[in-house]
């Protein structure tokens, strides 16, 4: 079956984008899904794994009915994939599920305090449907850590493909802002391509509610902030740099597209125009350059890149400059970096505001917090509203006022692990680039909780389970 996964991406691609699109009817999905979970079903546990973690940016929403059509189609292969797991790692007669590493042992505590955190949550469904949520994000993580090396390269090769689709569609998304006004645009991506992707609920979340589309300066112009085939502009950038390190791995071939690659999609997290994310990166590019002083072999080979990272913004700004949507000239890029400080500007008055409110709402339930799924309840807003992204924005923060502060500290244990296991990689490409990419990920958290967005998840959990693998043969 290995020779079908091409062919059955292929075929993927295209009705993904034939459905998004509009050019067949939304049902179409359901298609799609069958397509996926036969393959899924008949083809080697390696196989299928490979095809789920190509397809994670295109992951479809599946209509059904009128009032819940946001059930997607990962969640049915991801169980599929776990099962086809335990039934090929462990017989019925000799039934051990691994929990003797450290990483076992820490997410079963995590997931006993987040269920212990149900009975103190004023919405316990709520709750329940997030445990579940979580397990299901972790159920092909777990398989790729339990892959033999012989697998490595093709899993971590996975990660390269829809790096090149969403780095394309978020170009494409980039070019259009010169072709049609913004309410084209909304109606486009808004109400088109948005709700075939992730269902109704969605979209009217992100055109009625807000969304993080656009910036906007004290003259009423507007930017484009680069988001492809995702929610928002915060977990398009965190999907390029988790998938970089794959481009990376590459360098060391005869080919030049890795080269090519690398600062296009530099560029591309610049045009999200995420500010924690540009913070962080610059950040991460004076912690680089002072590191490569004792840090030699791989870690030299990439660390230089990330000056191209802090020289894009020099081609970025005059094409920040041009008119999008028809709205005239500005310097959206030079206000947005002059924002970063600004702590009286809107965004970060906000954000300071939910912080202190986050931190607040820890000191009075530091055990247990609020219940896992509960944020809204720190804002006193409806619960509901986590649909929308109500959020500490501050990944630790969040885990704290959710789950309480043992949970806190277990979920730093468990970042960093993989951090601590790049360490011991970065000997090899793919190494030296998650000791920069990580980091970089970690400190871009601190201003957002973008990682618990199941895409997001779903790509950092399926690095982490790539570390767990032993990667000698790794370049």
């Known amino acids: 079956m290995s020779k079908y996964v091409n062919r059955v991406y292929a075929v993927e691609v295209v009705l993904f984008f034939l459905i998004i699109f509009g050019a067949l009817p939304r ?8 397509i996926l979970i036969i393959y899924t ?3 080697s546990l390696e196989d299928a794994t490979v095809l789920f973690v ?10 059904l ?9 990962w969640r049915v292969l991801a169980i599929i994939i776990f099962i086809k797991f335990i039934i090929a790692k462990f017989s019925i007669f000799n039934f051990q599920f691994p929990i003797k590493s450290k990483f076992s042992i820490l997410l079963i505590l995590l997931l006993l305090i987040s269920i212990l955190s149900i009975f103190v949550a004023q919405d316990k469904t709520a709750s329940v449907l997030r445990i579940i949520y979580f397990a299901n994000l972790l159920m092909v993580p777990i398989v790729i850590s339990h892959l033999g090396v012989q697998h490595l390269s093709r899993i971590v090769n996975a990660f390269i493909p829809p790096l090149f689709i969403v780095l394309a569609v978020g170009f494409l998304q980039l070019a259009s802002t010169y072709f049609g006004d913004i309410y084209q645009f909304v109606d486009f991506w808004g109400w088109g391509a948005q709700c075939r992707q992730f269902g109704m609920e969605w979209c009217r979340i992100a055109v009625e509610q807000g969304n993080t589309w656009f910036t906007y300066n004290t003259f009423g112009n507007i930017n484009l902030r680069m988001f492809s085939l ?7 950038p965190m999907f390029v740099l988790l998938a970089l390190p794959a481009i990376f791995a590459k360098l060391d071939t005869k080919r030049h597209w890795p080269s090519i690659l690398i600062p296009i999609a530099f560029l591309a997290v610049i045009l999200s125009n995420t500010r924690g994310m540009w913070l962080a990166g610059w950040v991460m590019t004076l912690a680089a350059m002072i590191a490569m002083i004792w840090l030699r072999g791989s870690f030299r080979k990439v660390a230089p890149w990330l000056v191209a990272f802090v020289l894009l913004f020099a081609f970025v700004y005059p094409l920040s400059a041009t008119p999008q ?5 500005n ?6 970096i002059r924002s970063i400080l600004n702590f009286g500007e809107t965004s970060n008055a906000l954000r300071i505001a939910i912080w202190k409110a986050s931190l607040r709402s820890i000191v009075q339930h530091p055990l247990l917090g609020v219940g896992i799924g ?4 720190v804002l006193q807003q409806d619960i509901e509203l986590a649909k929308a992204g109500s959020s500490a924005h501050n990944v630790y923060l969040h885990v704290a006022a959710e789950i309480g502060i043992p949970a806190l500290i277990l979920f730093l244990w468990l970042l960093w692990i993989p951090l601590r296991r790049a360490w011991e990689l970065r000997s090899t490409l793919y190494g030296s680039a998650l000791l920069i990419m990580l980091p970089w990920i970690y400190g871009y958290l601190l201003t957002d909780a973008a990682l618990f967005d199941e895409r997001a998840f779903l790509i950092f959990a399926a690095v982490y389970g790539t570390l767990s693998i032993n990667q000698s043969r790794l370049s």
């Open 27 to 34: 049902w179409f999905a359901f298609v799609l899904a069958g």
């Open 325 to 329: 949507f028809g709205l005239g000239w």
């Open 65 to 73: 009915t009128a009032s819940f059509d946001n059930f997607n189609t």
């Open 331 to 336: 310097a959206t890029l030079g206000s947005r």
């Open 230 to 236: 995702f929610t928002d502009s915060h977990t398009f």
């Open 41 to 43: 079903l008949f083809a």
């Open 374 to 377: 509960n944020f809204p309840v």
């Open 54 to 63: 190509r397809s994670i940016p295109l992951f479809i929403a599946l209509p």
